[in-house]
C-alpha cells in the first residue's frame, strides 16, 4: 500500500493529495469557507420558467440557484402545503448538487439525500436500490442480509435507500450497512421535521467537509496514514475516527516542523504544476497531449522518444498498453468528466486493438467514478464518457500561477 495522505492549506484553500509510492494519484481543493455542494436550504423561489419547466430559486438573499421542476415528487414547503404547483415566493427545502461554474448557477433539487459510506438514504422514489458497480452475487447477499433484518419494510417504505459500491468490502457481518441506514434515515426525518418550524434560507443540513469524505469513500484502503499540519484539521479528522470506528481509517499524523513545511516536502507545487500540464511523459519516452475544450476532452498519444524494434507493431501495442494505463490514472488525478476522446497510436492487427480495449475498459472499471468505454469511431478514436462529480482539477486552481516558476 504505502500510500499518504496529505491534507494543507494552500492558495486559500483546503488541498487534500493521496500519494502512492511517491506518486500523485488524487489531488482536490475546497475553499476554506466550506463550499454549498450538498448542503440543504430552505429557498426562496423567485422565478417559476414554465417553459422550460423549471425555476430560479435562492438559498440566501442574492444567491441565485436552478431547480428543474422535471420529476418533481412532493417537495417540502414551509409555507404552504403542496398542490402540485411550485409558486414564486413559495419556500422550498432544496439541496445543492453542482457547484457554480463560469457563467452557470449552482443547481439544486428539491429531492434531498444524506450519503454515508455504505448507502445513500433520499426523499426520492421509495424502495431499494444498488449500485451498478456491485456484482450481481454482491447484490444477492445484500438483499437478502437486509430483508432478513426487515431494512427493506423498516426504512424502505418512506424513503429511498441505494447500496454504495463501498458496501462491497462487507462480509457476512452487514451491520455498519443497517446501521447507517437506520442513523442516515433518523437523520433525514429531521430534516423534514425542521422544515416545518424553520424560515426562509435556513441551512437544514450541512455537508461534510471535501477531505473526510475522501477520506470516507474513495480512497479507503489506499493509504496509511493521514498526515497534516494543521491543528484544527487534525482535530476534526481525530474526532471522525472515533465517531466512525467502522471505517477502519488509518493513524492521523500532526506535522510539526518549522524547519520543512508539508507542502515543501511533498513538493506540492512541482507535483500540481505537472498534473496541470499540457503533456504528460510516459517511462517508455512516449506521451500524451491532454486537451480539455468546452465540449469535451481530448487526449492525444505518441510515441516520442521511443525507439521502435524490429517489430513496429509490437512496438505500438505496449506504448499504447502503457498510455491507457497513464490515461486511466490522469482522468481521475485531474477529475476529468464528460466526453473524453482518445487518440492512440494506429495499430493494424485487430488482436491488438481487441486487447488494447479489454485493458483499457478494465482500468477504467477501477476508477470510483462511473466511467464508460464506449466505442471506437471510424476513425480510430476513442469515446469515453466519465460522469461529473465536482470541477476538473484546472478549475480547482489558478492554473498561470501554478506555472509559475
Known amino acids: 500500500m504505502n500510500g499518504k495522505y496529505i491534507i494543507i492549506k494552500y492558495q486559500s484553500k483546503i488541498v487534500s493529495l493521496l500519494f502512492q509510492e511517491n506518486r500523485l494519484i488524487h489531488a482536490n481543493a475546497e475553499e476554506e469557507k466550506g463550499n454549498l455542494l450538498g448542503n440543504i436550504y430552505i429557498a426562496k423561489v423567485k422565478r417559476v420558467l414554465k417553459n422550460i419547466h423549471a425555476a430560479f430559486v435562492e438559498i440566501e438573499p442574492g444567491s441565485p440557484c436552478f431547480l428543474s421542476l422535471d420529476g418533481i415528487r412532493e417537495p417540502l414547503l414551509s409555507n404552504r402545503p403542496y398542490d402540485g404547483r411550485i409558486l414564486p415566493e413559495d419556500e422550498i427545502a432544496v439541496q445543492v448538487y453542482k457547484e457554480a461554474s463560469k457563467t452557470k448557477t449552482p443547481t439544486v433539487s428539491s429531492s434531498l439525500s444524506l450519503d454515508g459510506k455504505y448507502c445513500v438514504i433520499s426523499t426520492g422514489k421509495p424502495g431499494v436500490a ?8 454482491v447484490k444477492r447477499r445484500i438483499k437478502t ?44 426525518q429531521q430534516i423534514k421535521e425542521k422544515v416545518k418550524c424553520r424560515t426562509c434560507y435556513s441551512l437544514l443540513s450541512e455537508n461534510l467537509p471535501a477531505y473526510l469524505t475522501g477520506l470516507r469513500d474513495e480512497y479507503g484502503g489506499q493509504y496509511e496514514e493521514i498526515v497534516t499540519d494543521e491543528p484544527e484539521i487534525y482535530e476534526r479528522i481525530v474526532n471522525y475516527r472515533m465517531e466512525n470506528p467502522g471505517f477502519c481509517l488509518p493513524d492521523v499524523r500532526l506535522y510539526q516542523d518549522d524547519r520543512l513545511q508539508l507542502y515543501k516536502l511533498y513538493s506540492v507545487r512541482t507535483r500540481l504544476r505537472e498534473a496541470l500540464s499540457k503533456k504528460v511523459w510516459m517511462k517508455s519516452g512516449g506521451y500524451l497531449i491532454i486537451e480539455p475544450t468546452e465540449a469535451l476532452t481530448v487526449i492525444d498519444v505518441n510515441s516520442g522518444k ?48 481487441q486487447k488494447l480495449m479489454s ?47
Open 130 to 137: 444498488f449500485s451498478s458497480k456491485l456484482s450481481e452475487k
Open 306 to 353: 521511443m525507439i521502435a524494434g524490429k517489430d513496429m507493431e509490437k512496438t505500438y501495442l505496449n506504448i499504447n498498453l502503457e498510455a491507457a494505463e497513464e490515461i486511466a490514472r490522469q482522468l481521475s488525478l485531474r477529475n476529468i468528466s464528460g466526453i473524453i476522446i482518445v487518440d492512440f497510436i494506429s495499430m493494424r492487427p485487430e488482436e491488438h486493438n
Open 359 to 405: 485493458v483499457f475498459g478494465n482500468l477504467l472499471k477501477r476508477d470510483p467514478v462511473r466511467t464508460k468505454l464506449i466505442d471506437i469511431t471510424p476513425l480510430g478514436l476513442v469515446e469515453i464518457t466519465r460522469m461529473k462529480t465536482s470541477k476538473p482539477l484546472w478549475e480547482q486552481f489558478d492554473i498561470r500561477e501554478q506555472s509559475e516558476k
Open 145 to 188: 442480509a437486509i430483508e432478513q433484518e426487515d431494512i427493506p419494510e423498516k426504512y424502505g417504505r418512506g424513503c429511498g435507500i441505494v447500496i454504495r459500491t463501498n458496501a462491497n468490502c462487507l462480509t457476512e457481518d452487514i451491520s455498519p450497512l443497517t446501521e447507517e441506514i437506520r442513523r442516515l434515515s433518523e437523520e433525514l
